[in-house]
T-cell receptor, first 115, second 111 residues
Framework: GAGVSQSPSNKVTEKGKDVELRCDPI?????LYWYRQRLGQGLEFLIY????????KSGLPSDRFSAERTGESVSTLTIQRTQQEDSAVYLC?????????????FGPGTRLTVT | KNEVEQSPQNLTAQEGEFITINCSYS?????LHWLQQHPGGGIVSLFM???GKKKHGRLIATINIQEKHSSLHITASHPRDSAVYIC?????????????FGKGTLLTVNP
């Protein structure tokens, strides 16, 4: 079946512009995660959605970052007034559930470059 | 100090060699994950384990809960195994969905 998909695969934007990144999880996966990987650094947790529960936003680095998910489908990560330090690969992952640690399936990522 | 430490940071091997990558963690966990990331590619989950040992093809992952340590072994390594290998843990308790990552081990296998 189809894996996790993300779009766009690459995004170059000017500092100060807003960007929107999209994630399509695996059908039937109720849990969805966003991570960030800056150059030369490890992966960082950003935000987590589980069904209709309130999301865990504890990893969002500033109030310029927000994310939404409609039900158990598509999620969008929005970065407002982008800064150069936002340049990174943004990865989305989904899993069957999170009441017990399940294997997470990662998308190919969106490489964001802020000039 | 990071909650998840990997060693070595970089590893170069010749084709056919037996490879070991180590991961130590300092917190209570519900599971440990080994992930593989190819250059320019996405991330693939190799193993998720909470005890003992798992094997998939030439890959073996072990975990010692008492010592808070895990190893990833690759037998008969091949150039296509060249990738970054990442150890990650899900913490015990309310946030058992959240992955905390090591910095990764860059493996290069030369023909």
């Amino acid at each position: 079946g189809a894996g996790v998909s993300q779009s766009p695969s690459n995004k170059v934007t000017e500092k100060g512009k807003d960007v929107e990144l999209r994630c399509d999880p695996i059908s039937g996966h109720t849990a969805l995660y966003w991570y960030r990987q800056r150059l030369g650094q490890g992966l960082e947790f950003l935000i987590y959605f589980q069904g209709n529960s309130a999301p865990d936003k504890s990893g969002l680095p500033s109030d310029r970052f927000s994310a939404e998910r409609t039900g158990e489908s598509v999620s969008t990560l929005t970065i407002q007034r982008t800064q150069q330090e936002d340049s990174a690969v943004y990865l989305c992952a989904s899993s069957r559930d999170s009441t017990y640690p399940y294997e997470q399936y990662f998308g190919p990522g969106t490489r964001l470059t802020v000039t | 100090k990071n909650e998840v430490e990997q060693s070595p940071q970089n590893l170069t091997a010749q084709e056919g060699e037996f490879i070991t990558i180590n991961c130590s963690y300092s917190v209570g966990i519900s599971a440990l994950h080994w992930l593989q990331q190819h250059p320019g590619g996405g991330i693939v989950s190799l193993f998720m384990l909470s005890s003992g040992k798992k094997k998939h093809g030439r890959l073996i992952a072990t975990i010692n809960i008492q010592e808070k340590h895990s190893s990833l072994h690759i037998t008969a390594s091949h150039p296509r195994d060249s990738a970054v290998y990442i150890c990650a843990v899900t913490l015990w308790g309310g946030s058992n969905y959240k992955l905390t990552f090591g910095k990764g081990t860059l493996l290069t296998v030369n023909p």
